[in-house]
């Protein structure tokens, strides 16, 4: 005698390749979701190591914002040490000196003690004694400095002790640190009962908040910064995790679709033992055990090799990929719990989703379960227009909230999510009948123009959009995350690339780090003779400058540039007018300031003996230029009268060039005599942002393969057994006179139809939420990735249907109506 369970194995045999196809489908979604998942879980670890190796051990840090001019006590410090859950705290004082007497530019100078809490914030070894300092690699670079050699600091000689390695990651800043004792006797206001500016401070695990609290009851003013709190270091993190998390969504809802997909045709093999099951009297009761037993081993074996596969994934290849592609650092951690809890969700999740199944085939009856391919009309119900309309009204006021609330604040950019989302929805829901407006409407042209093969395909084609809705959803779905994916990614290389470009005007930058005034425009006419060079211009630093508007007198900075060359190049529109005396404005600050081409200002520079602004003289307006240069709005000619009466240093020379590495190697000769000089390009500088970029989003683009190529295998594999159950129709049709050739047409119209139509609509839609999305920040679509996929997909079904097709339409008629 069979039990239940037996019965349900037995009827396996039927479709295996059925059953293999849909743990296999299980088996990947499983391994994709849970692969991001723990590197998400490894990432957050890494994080928090990554915090801690960049500011040390330290908790807490505590002080005097640079404005209020106060400085902590030796007293403050104690009064820290003796709060409860403090371990350890460390006094750092702050000056900016002047360094080997170059008067033009100042260094950041920190004053340290020697205790292992400021070690570890600022990653050096040595004990500093009074006459020592310790270097970054950057000052050590511009100084040509090495460990043992003397530098001069303010009025004083130290020995280099130390040179600091640049932390991956960032640049080498421009920093010295020296003994405490020596760097607050130079801040302004420093006292013999003067500890320090601010102080780090370590706090037992889970106390810095506390810590927090309790210094700011003891002085109101105190600044408090707690390290694992800064926003700027998780705001990475935290994109990161939400589209992780939206694409798991994603995957498992395209995973559930192609599932149902499956099952369908699963048991549309069983079919007939079913119908035979409940001829026999096999109660409802039964089948539905039969059913639900089917679909929980089809489900269980998916989700235990899908999380089989994730280990060997996480521990064996991810560690090779992350090395071979450079990845950012992450762990390879397995957290058991976690990765339990994950497999549980899944497992219950598809198990909840494909409770439909059990009840559709264990509530039907042996003549319905014979005819379910009838009454799959699509209609319109009074229940959708009230939906359509309820979703509508939503939709317009969450918009209209986000607008009131403002796009870029954290409210209206969920506001305008959510809406975008309810929009893509209805849209969703109305576009199958708009299709079978149009497809009606247009049916009489197909014949004409296409054949009465394909008139015959649309024809029919409308009762199996919606038996195969999960085929064309499951197209949708892909289309979507794809299309805001891809707009994603080409939004972030668009924006760095913008980036970019703002910072280099031409091939190659040369930039001044010591403000070295020897650097003068006269060597310009150097570079611009040697041949790799095509022209060169430079670009003052910004200078403090006031004028009089009205009664009022402004403060602000101009920026010194060649006029007559940007023109030349056509960076600026033609300028006329006296540059000795000229002045260019933007056109906001024009605008603001209700100024025009023509006026005259009077100009003005700070006496610090009356402590208020002078007349030193007048400019006249020659121009108005649209964006701010150097991040300044008003800019003078290097022959402006400024220029020696303000001793403006070159800050940058910008280079244009063909050929990079020729013009670098030209210019080697301002090494030489300049050796502070900072050469960088534009080409390598775009290299190493596109390269980060793909490091960065790389783990998503293998994703979206293994995603995009899941779909294919799972759409086609459902179309082709669709077509292979409609044998008995085809051959009915060539009874009435089709021929082989145009069987073939109808098919491929067909199956072309169903996945033009999932690509078409799923763009669509992608496109509409990312441009909805864009409300919140400027989008760039990716349309040649979408192309290229959708070509790949219309390729694949084109060449597997053709040769099915083929196949279907040689079979002799004779086998074909016996089959039947």
Same mark, same amino acid.
């Given at each position: ?147 043992? &050699? ?110 149902? #997909? ?318 000795? &005396? ?63 009466? &303000? ?132 989008? #760039? ?40």
């Amino acid at each position: 005698m069979f039990t239940m369970r037996t019965i349900a194995m037995k009827l396996f045999r039927a479709a295996w390749a059925n059953v293999l196809m849909s743990i296999s489908i299980i088996t990947i979604s499983i391994c994709l979701v849970m692969t991001m998942t723990v590197y998400i879980w490894n990432a957050n670890s890494q994080m928090k190591a990554d915090i801690q190796a960049l500011y040390g051990e330290m908790d807490l840090m505590v002080g005097y914002n640079p404005d209020q001019a106060k400085l902590l006590t030796t007293q403050q410090v104690e009064d820290f040490s003796t709060l409860a859950g403090v371990t350890q705290v460390s006094s750092i004082s702050l000056a900016h000196t002047t360094v080997e007497q170059e008067k033009n530019i100042v260094f950041y100078t920190v004053g340290v003690e020697n205790d292992d809490l400021v070690k570890s914030r600022y990653h050096f070894e040595v004990n500093l004694g009074p006459k020592d300092a310790i270097l970054s690699e950057n000052v050590a670079r511009i100084f040509n400095k090495r460990v043992g &050699d003397s530098i001069h600091i303010q009025s004083e000689n130290f020995i280099v002790q130390e040179i600091l390695p640049t932390i991956k990651g960032t640049d080498s800043p421009n920093i010295i640190l020296l003994s405490n004792d020596i760097v607050k006797k130079w801040m302004n206001n420093s006292q013999p009962q003067t500890a320090g500016i601010f102080t780090l401070i370590k706090t037992d695990e889970g106390r810095a908040k506390v810590v927090g609290a309790e210094i700011k009851q003891l002085d109101k003013t105190l600044r408090v910064d707690i390290m694992n709190d800064y926003d700027l270091i998780k705001t990475n993190l935290q994109s990161l995790m939400v589209f992780m998390i939206v694409l798991s969504v994603f995957i498992l809802l395209i995973s559930s679709v192609l599932l149902l #997909s499956t099952f369908q045709l699963l048991f549309y093999k069983m079919k007939e033992q079913l119908m035979i099951l409940r001829a026999l009297g096999a109660s409802v009761q039964q089948v539905g055990r039969i059913v639900k037993l089917q679909l929980s081993l089809i489900i269980s074996f998916g989700v235990m090799l899908g999380t089989t596969m994730s280990l060997l994934v996480i521990k064996i290849w991810l560690p090779q990929l992350i090395s071979l592609l450079h990845l950012p650092d992450a762990r390879t951690e397995l957290p058991i719990v976690f990765v339990l809890v994950i497999a549980l969700s899944s497992l219950l999740i598809l198990q909840a989703l494909t409770q439909w199944q059990v009840a559709k085939s264990s509530r039907l009856l042996p003549l319905q379960i014979a005819s379910d391919n009838e009454n799959l009309q699509l209609r319109w119900t009074k229940w959708k227009t009230i939906m359509v309309s309820i979703i509508s009204v939503i939709a317009f006021l969450l918009f209209w909230q986000a607008q009131l609330v403002g796009t870029g604040s954290g409210q209206g950019a969920l506001f305008i999510l959510i809406g975008s989302l309810l929009v893509c929805g209805i849209l969703l829901l109305l576009i199958p009948y708009l299709f079978k407006a149009i497809l009606y409407i247009a049916l009489k042209p197909i014949r004409k123009v296409l054949g009465k093969e394909a008139y015959l395909a649309c024809q029919q084609l409308m009762p199996q959009v919606r038996k195969n809705m999960p085929i064309v959803l499951s197209i949708i779905g892909l289309m979507v995350i794809l299309t805001f994916g891809s707009s994603l990614m080409k939004t972030l290389q668009h924006n760095e690339l913008a980036y970019t470009e703002s910072q280099y005007d031409t091939a190659i930058k040369i930039k001044n780090e010591l403000d070295d005034p020897t650097l003068t425009p006269t060597i310009l006419q150097e570079i611009e003779a040697l041949p790799s060079v095509q022209y060169a211009y430079a670009q003052g630093n910004n200078t403090y400058i006031a004028l009089q508007l009205g009664q009022k007198w402004l403060p602000e900075n101009y920026t010194t540039i060649n006029i007559e060359k940007l023109v030349q190049m056509g960076k600026l529109s033609k300028i006329e007018g006296n540059l000795q &005396d000229g002045l260019i404005v933007t056109q906001s600050f024009a605008h603001h300031h209700h100024l025009s081409v023509g006026d005259r200002v009077t100009i003005g520079s700070y006496d610090f003996d009356a402590q208020q602004d002078r007349p030193t003289g007048e400019l006249q307006i020659i121009g108005i230029i649209d964006a701010p240069i150097h991040h300044a709005d008003l800019i003078v000619d290097w022959s402006s009268f400024l220029t020696a009466r &303000d001793y403006t240093i070159i800050e940058d020379i910008m280079v244009e060039t063909a050929n990079p590495d020729k013009a670098l190697a030209d210019l080697a000769f301002l090494k030489e005599r300049w050796p502070a000089l900072k050469f960088t390009d534009k080409a390598t500088m775009i290299e190493q942002s596109n390269e980060m970029l793909f490091q960065r989003w790389s783990l998503f683009v293998g994703v979206f393969v293994i995603l995009i190529a899941a779909t294919c295998l799972g759409v086609l594999q459902t179309l082709l057994h669709t077509i292979y159950t409609k044998r008995s129709d085809y051959a009915i049709q060539r009874l009435i006179g089709l021929s082989p050739n145009g069987l073939m047409k109808l098919i491929l119209t067909q199956v072309l139809s169903f996945v033009l139509y999932g690509l078409t609509v799923g763009t669509f839609i992608g496109l509409v939420l990312t441009t909805m999305l864009g409300f919140i920040e400027k989008v #760039s679509y990716d349309f040649l990735t979408l192309g290229i996929t959708s070509i790949a997909f219309l390729a694949a079904t084109l060449i597997v249907f053709a040769l099915q097709g083929y196949w279907i339409s040689r079979k002799k008629l004779a086998h074909e109506m016996i089959d039947m």
